[in-house]
């Protein structure tokens, strides 16, 4: 597995100029047991996270979400209506899990 030039991190797929990194199963679930869920600071941020990386959210469309967008489904969860990068909407499906 290659990894990346400046994290360090596994990387899959083609290198990228300026490389974001993708976290992979194992590598969320240890950023999520890395949040103290004891204080309501805590549970807010496992819930960023939780968001950033179930459903691949930008930090921008994060940021800009409204609770109101996020409606029941069909069995799951949808953000509906996001407003993302180049003012582009879509509907994001949230994983069961959350």
């Not at 890395?34 to 930090?59: F, Y």
């Not at 407003?83 to 509907?91: F, L, M, Q, W």
């Amino acid at each position: 597995m290659r990894r990346h030039p400046r994290l360090g991190a596994p990387t899959s797929g083609p290198a990228r100029q300026f490389g974001a990194h993708r976290a992979q199963g194992s590598d969320s679930q240890h950023l999520l047991s890395a949040v103290t869920t004891d204080t309501l600071r805590g549970k807010r941020d496992a819930a960023m996270l939780a968001l950033l990386l179930g459903c691949g959210l930008r930090r921008s469309e994060l940021v800009e979400l409204d609770v109101d967008r996020i409606q029941q489904r069909e069995h799951h969860g949808v953000i509906l209506d996001l407003i993302g990068k180049g003012g582009r909407v879509r509907t994001v499906p949230m994983p069961s899990e959350m």
